[in-house]
T-cell receptor, first 114, second 111 residues
Framework: GESVGLHLPTLSVQEGDNSIINCAYS??????FIWYKQESGKGPQFIID?????DKRQGQRVTVLLNKTVKHLSLQIAATQPGDSAVYFC?????????????FGKGTHLIIQP | ETGVTQTPRHLVMGMTNKKSLKCEQH?????MYWYKQSAKKPLELMFV???????ENNSVPSRFSPECPNSSHLFLHLHTLQPEDSALYLC??????????FGPGTRLTVL
């Protein structure tokens, strides 16, 4: 099976509310995790990343949490806006310093309700 | 714009055709990647090139043939494809093991 997965294919939230998108991974050797956003007709766009030596990382309106004990990754989006509507993917990389391909989860479609 | 461009954006081809997808990055990155995105499936890594050398082939059928003439350009040559190869083909680039920047993709339909 896949190494990285998501719990929900679709998440519907009210505009202005906070969104939490979850992801589980199974490879304990993974040390780099990334969240991507993909809008219709576009390629994935980088949102935020985190390395395994961290538990939390914050960006502008987004926070990524990493729980290595249970191999869980989450993306929190504060004050969700209509422009946040997209499919969100988590991805992992075993790293090692060189260029490596990413392993992606299936994606969560975030729907913003007015 | 991410600095990664792909052409064509859409392609329809028959199973006996030969076509090529092109990717170009203007970011000074050393690594380039091909991914396949099929409906209802996660993005699948196909190939990795680092400093023009192929470092990973993720068990991709030989009807897909990559070419990387330099660190800025990446091609995917297609021949005798099957209808199940219809998908969005995404190119990405990165500086070493850093963040990967994706192009907009080529939507391929095989008839």
């Amino acid at each position: 099976g896949e190494s990285v997965g998501l719990h929900l294919p679709t998440l519907s939230v009210q505009e202005g509310d906070n969104s939490i998108i979850n992801c589980a991974y199974s490879n304990s050797a993974s040390d780099y995790f990334i969240w991507y956003k993909q809008e219709s007709g576009k390629g994935p766009q980088f949102i935020i990343d985190i390395r395994s030596n961290m538990d939390k990382r914050q960006g502008q309106r987004v926070t990524v949490l990493l729980n290595k004990t249970v191999k869980h990754l989450s993306l929190q989006i504060a004050a969700t806006q209509p422009g946040d509507s997209a499919v969100y993917f988590c991805a992992e990389n075993i790293g090692g310093g060189g260029a490596d391909g990413l392993t992606f989860g299936k994606g969560t479609h975030l729907i913003i309700q007015p | 714009e991410t600095g990664v461009t792909q052409t064509p954006r859409h392609l329809v081809m028959g199973m006996t055709n030969k076509k090529s997808l092109k990717c170009e990055q203007h970011l000074g990155h050393n690594a380039m990647y091909w991914y396949k995105q099929s409906a209802k499936k996660p993005l699948e890594l196909m190939f990795v090139y680092n400093f023009k050398e192929q470092t990973e082939n993720n068990s991709v059928p030989s009807r897909f043939s990559p070419e990387c003439p330099n660190s800025s350009h990446l091609f995917l040559h297609l021949h005798t494809l099957q209808p199940e190869d219809s998908a969005l083909y995404l190119c990405a680039s990165s500086l070493h093991s850093g963040e990967q920047f994706f192009g907009p993709g080529t939507r391929l339909t095989v008839l």
